[in-house]
Every structure is written in structure tokens, then in C-alpha cells.
């Protein structure tokens, strides 16, 4: 069973940065693929960046390319997701997942992962 904690959600302005951070609770995050999706109101929940396991290839949706990165401190067992130039429709509670051990590569759909955080809300004001 691995346990998964984010922090970090806020409410910022547009233009604004915002890192979150999701604390694994067994093993090391490189020993597992990592995914942040995010869930706005009304609305599906949708993969937002992926970091694969061995050398750690990062995958993004097209909307966040350029402006969020991915990355992971295997020391402290955590997965970071920078935001920069944060805008409106980036508000949504956004998710840390981690795939089953044996997984390898990153994936894009919800059910590709085995464990969920509880979520933190981001909010972007115009």
C-alpha cells in the first residue's frame, strides 16, 4: 500500500507561481511512476504531468507545457509539481497518483493508477 500526501494548493493570482508536493509513504518515488491530474468543477479528471521511473522521463498535457515541471527528491520520497505562469483555467483540486510497482511508463488515463492523494485546490484569479 503506498500512501500518498500532497501540499501546496493555494489561491494565487494570474502570472503567479505555486509548487506543490506529494510525500510517498513506502519505498521511493523513483521506484514508482508518479502523475499529478487535476479536477475542476464540473468537469473530469484530467492528467496533468507524469515522471516515469529509471532515468524519470517527464510527460505533460499539451495546456501546461512550458509552464509546469515535474520532478522528484528520491531522499525525500517526493514528487514536485512547479506551476508558473498560472492562469484561471489552471484552478482545479489536483492529484497526486502512483502507479502499481511493476509499472514502468507513465500513463494518461485515471485508471492507470493505483493510488490517489487526497488532492489540493489550486485557485487562479484573474
Known amino acids: 500500500q503506498v500512501q500518498l500526501v500532497e501540499s501546496g494548493g493555494g489561491l494565487v493570482q494570474a502570472g503567479d507561481s505555486l509548487r506543490l508536493s506529494c510525500a510517498a509513504s513506502?519505498?521511493?518515488?523513483?521506484?514508482?511512476?508518479m502523475g499529478w491530474f487535476r479536477q475542476a468543477p464540473g468537469k473530469e479528471r484530467e492528467f496533468v504531468a507524469g515522471?516515469?521511473?529509471?532515468?524519470?522521463?517527464?510527460y505533460y498535457t499539451d495546456s501546461v507545457k512550458g509552464r509546469f515541471t515535474i520532478s522528484r527528491d528520491n531522499g525525500k520520497n517526493t514528487v514536485y509539481l512547479q506551476m508558473r505562469s498560472l492562469k484561471p483555467e489552471d484552478t482545479a483540486v489536483y492529484y497526486c497518483?502512483?502507479?502499481?510497482?511493476?509499472?514502468?511508463?507513465?500513463?494518461?488515463?485515471?485508471?492507470?493508477?493505483?493510488?490517489w492523494g487526497q488532492g489540493t485546490q489550486v485557485t487562479v484569479s484573474s
Open positions: 513506502r519505498g521511493t518515488s523513483s521506484s514508482l511512476v
Open positions: 497518483a502512483a502507479r502499481s510497482p511493476m509499472a514502468w511508463a507513465v500513463g494518461l488515463n485515471t485508471d492507470d493508477y493505483d493510488y
Open positions: 515522471i516515469a521511473r529509471g532515468a524519470g522521463d517527464t
